[in-house]
């Protein structure tokens, strides 16, 4: 284990059969870049339920006679 020699690999070609070269010209294979949201469709309509609670609890604290209806 101490020896620093150099062990090479030697090919084996069978005599018989058939013979797959891989040898070739690879290359990065680019895929089409894939658009994806910020926000989904979902968090935006959360967003939106949010907004328009949060602007009616603000309306009812403004007039408190706003529910006496229900």
């Known amino acids: ?3 620093k020699q150099k062990s090479a690999l030697q090919e084996v070609l069978p005599k018989a059969g058939l013979v ?5 010209n690879l290359s ?5 870049p894939k658009v994806m949201p910020l926000k989904s469709i979902t968090l935006e ?3 939106e339920m ?3 609670a949060a602007a009616l609890g603000q309306q009812q604290e403004q007039d408190p006679g706003f529910n006496k209806g229900f």
């Open 50 to 52: 949010e907004k328009a």
């Open 28 to 32: 990065e294979v680019l895929c089409k």
């Open 1 to 3: 284990m101490g020896d």
């Open 20 to 24: 797959y070269s891989e040898k070739g």
């Open 45 to 47: 309509r959360l967003e």
